[in-house]
């Protein structure tokens, strides 16, 4: 019996494997559509696009046909798309650090503070909706989390931040600075698989006066095993090429690190951007291999629940293409 009991649980659990597999090609396959479809529907360029068109007819026309025929799915050769590609990363910062490193936080860093002299290719991104989003994502931030601190200060005597795959986190430094300096009942660490950035981030952090309330740690944070539990997690920009079921698999993970009564805050790409945006996301994708699996409101808050969290709502950048999702960690004794 109970070996037939074993037999009918392992029959389950391929099920449920194989039923999640299908999910999440279901959901690529949605997901592949959407883009289709959104090219197809916006044949128009953005402002930002005929700008770009036309500097580049004046020194480069021929790299703007190329761009231009990609976009609308128009067949080139293999000799001219490299062509293309050559170009874009000779003659643009932001594209040839995505290029090399899609999720590299030089990306944000570039649109936070700008490029003095940006070439016409830099001065597209930096202008155009997708890239001032981003920016707006961390003001958007950097308003919402002094308003989620103060309401568990009023609760706890010390609160204590992680933020996982930070980068310099420029994030917690400005709020930091702008509201808690000194005040060491407030404090974070910063955890981060590239030393370079978080380098950059104890500079920053010096600079604003408030490095000894961060420590910034090397590492994976999956594997990181804080000494003391978390009051609130950031996770900022890491789900967004993620699948489903790879989403839920790490809020999990993540759950183990926040405290009971935590906060986690948690950002998605949202079906948004695509939209209103086609051109930039085509351009990244196709140069950088850019993938993003878009998620709203409901199928982020889904992913939470699916986690194990209680979802608290969520936030959104001035123009929508980020949704920012809270959550309480649901613990069962």
């Known amino acids: 019996m109970a070996n037939l009991f074993y037999c009918w649980q392992k029959l389950l659990s391929r099920v449920g494997l194989g039923t999640k597999l299908i999910q999440n090609e279901r959901k690529k396959k949605e997901n592949n559509k959407l883009e289709n479809n959104e090219l197809k529907k916006n044949t128009n360029f953005s402002p930002e696009a005929l700008q770009l068109f036309k500097a580049l007819e004046k020194e480069a026309p021929k790299i703007k046909d190329l761009l231009i025929n990609s976009y609308k799915g128009i067949p080139t050769s293999p000799e001219v798309e490299e062509e293309v590609y050559n170009y874009c990363v000779t003659h643009s910062v932001i594209f040839a650090v995505t290029t090399s490193n899609p999720g590299t936080s030089l990306l944000t860093e570039f649109l936070y503070e700008g490029i003095s002299s940006p070439s016409p290719l830099d001065n597209y991104f930096l202008q155009c909706k997708a890239g001032k989003a981003v920016k707006a994502r961390l003001l958007a931030i950097e308003k919402e989390l002094p308003r989620i601190i103060e309401e568990y200060l009023s609760t706890r005597k010390e609160i204590i931040i992680g933020s996982l795959g930070s980068g310099p986190g420029r994030d917690i430094i400005e709020v930091f600075s702008k509201y808690y300096r000194n005040n060491f009942s407030v404090k974070a660490i910063l955890i981060d ?100 699996i878009f998620k709203n409101e409901k199928e982020l808050k889904k992913i939470f629940e699916k986690a194990g969290y209680m979802w608290r709502g969520c936030f959104s950048d001035a123009y929508g293409f980020h949704i920012i999702g809270k959550g309480i960690p649901r613990f069962y004794f």
């Open 193 to 292: 698989k590239d030393k370079t950035v978080l380098e950059r981030g104890k500079r920053m952090a010096a600079i604003k006066k408030v490095e000894n309330q961060i420590e910034f740690i090397e590492g994976n944070f999956l594997k990181y095993k804080p000494p003391r539990k978390f009051d609130i997690v950031l996770l900022i920009g890491i789900l967004c090429p993620l699948t489903f079921e790879t989403c839920i698999t790490i809020l999990k993970r993540i759950k183990k690190t926040l405290k009971k009564g935590g906060c986690l805050i948690a950002s998605n790409i949202s079906e948004k951007m695509l939209k209103e945006d086609p051109f930039t996301y085509h351009i990244m994708k196709w140069g950088a291999n850019w993938k993003m």
